[in-house]
């Protein structure tokens, strides 16, 4: 028996419909792979700021934010913070926003 003879398409159709209501399954975040809070960061490595730096203004421990930057660095599968910064400045710059404007 074939799966569109068991429902299978609507399911599917249903399951897309469901995705895109709740926010997903439409255009991705320009920032994918990241998280926005870990773009976020990114956007302010990118601005030349420490980690300290990115803590106070997001009012965060350094450790979290240091997490964050891992995280990143894993996502992006990058060694350095100047390579996160280049990345950001490219997204920043490919969705209209102006580099520096974090």
Do not use: Y
Request: charged share 25%; net charge positive; proline share 4%.
């Amino acid at each position: 028996m074939a799966a569109t003879s068991r429902g299978a398409a609507p399911l599917a159709d249903a399951a897309a419909e469901l995705r895109r209501a709740a926010g997903r399954g439409g255009a991705p975040d320009p920032w994918a792979p990241l998280t926005a809070r870990e773009f976020e960061v990114a956007a302010l490595i990118a601005d030349g700021r420490t980690n300290g730096e990115i803590a106070r203004s997001l009012g965060l421990a350094t450790r979290t934010v240091a997490s964050h930057v891992e995280h990143i660095l894993a996502k992006l599968a990058v060694d350095r913070r100047v390579e996160i910064a280049t990345w950001a400045n490219h997204v920043r710059a490919r969705s209209g926003e102006r580099a520096g404007s974090a």
